[in-house]
């Protein structure tokens, strides 16, 4: 064998072991991949039927199902007749429209960025009404790009009862559902009457200091009748989405009539109202349709015990829009 011959052998021989290394090394990999796919599939899944209280599911941005639990499985059955699985489509299964349309309405709302929790009614096993109360949340990947939603829904039917006397009222007046859901229709913010039982229930001890933020949107009479009230309703969204945006969890935002909203915020003394209303107002001088800026009012007051009544403080926060509204908006 000459010299050369011997050479091409070794370099044929130290390539061979490093395609074996490197295949090897591949199939350990994609095994531990897999190992950690199943761990996490295995954890999402106890996770999910651990959550006894709650029904589960997930969707893709086509409405398909992307996970649920068992309880959740077991509802679509009882309810819709379907027996779903993954990547079955939703609405498909809804034979209901206005069911079918009110849920594409939530739908449409987490998928355009927003997380809110919402009230709605079924029928029970029993054909007993039932109150669930879902958690609406978008979905994201690292970019945080929406590629989904997510929703809990619980069962709240013995602890909130002021929810039965809602449903009977829903009944009598044959309203729809949103207003079984306490939404404003337009804004997608609660309405005056989720707010004012809200007041009642954060009207203790627990939750003082309790702030009350009224917000008027300036100008709304001359906006609707120079640009139409199409333009009037964009910014009157716009103006909601920015103090839903701006607010925590435990507080809540309401259109409380017209061009006017409020907001409770809990155990809030009156410095951090008043950074928080700063923080609404850069928002806002943001905001801009077509050629019309964005004018607001803000006033607030502050309960700090018992011994004040919560009509005063009301009160003394609209007292206080008025005579910034005067300043603000000629």
Same mark, same amino acid.
Do not use: A, Y
């Given at each position: 064998?000459? =010299?050369n011959m011997s050479v091409v052998n070794i370099d044929t021989m130290n390539e061979d072991n490093r395609k074996k %290394?490197?295949?090897q090394s591949f199939e350990e990999a994609v095994l531990a991949l897999t190992e950690k796919l199943e761990l996490a599939n295995s954890l999402l899944k106890t996770i999910l039927?651990?959550?006894h209280e709650f029904l589960v599911f997930g969707l893709d941005r086509e409405y398909r199902y992307l996970s649920f639990n068992n309880r959740h499985q077991a509802m679509a059955k009882e309810q819709w007749g379907a027996d779903i699985a993954i990547g079955t489509r939703i609405l498909d299964i809804i034979d209901d429209n206005e069911e079918r349309e009110n849920l594409k309405l939530f739908f449409d709302r987490v998928l355009a960025g927003e997380q809110f929790s919402s009230l709605e009614q079924y029928e029970g096993k029993n054909g007993g009404v039932v109150i669930g109360k879902n958690h609406w949340a978008p979905i994201k990947d690292r970019n945080g790009e929406i590629i989904g939603? *997510?929703?809990f829904i619980q069962d709240v039917t013995e602890n909130k009862n002021? %929810? =039965?006397?809602?449903?009977k009222e829903k009944n009598s007046l044959d309203q729809n559902l949103e207003s079984l859901s306490f939404y404003d229709q337009l804004t997608g913010v609660y309405n005056r009457k989720f707010y004012e039982e809200e007041l009642a229930r954060m009207d203790e001890e627990q939750y003082y200091p309790l702030s009350i933020i009224f917000m008027n949107i300036n100008g709304m009479s001359? %906006?609707?009748n120079e640009y139409g009230h199409a333009v009037g309703d964009i910014l009157m969204r716009k103006a909601a989405q920015v103090l839903k945006c701006g607010v925590r969890g435990?507080? *809540?935002v309401a259109r409380y009539e017209g061009d006017e909203f409020v907001v409770l915020m809990p155990r809030t003394e009156g410095a951090k109202v008043e950074r928080a209303l700063e923080r609404f107002k850069k928002n806002m001088d943001e905001v801009k349709v077509q050629s019309i800026k964005l004018s607001v009012s803000f006033g607030f007051s502050s309960k700090y015990d018992e011994t004040d009544k919560i009509d005063d403080v009301i009160t003394m926060a609209q007292r206080q829009l008025e005579r910034q509204k005067e300043i603000d908006y000629i």
């Open positions: 064998m000459n =010299k %290394i490197e295949e039927e651990t959550t939603i *997510v929703c002021f %929810i =039965k006397d809602m449903l001359r %906006i609707n435990d507080d *809540v």
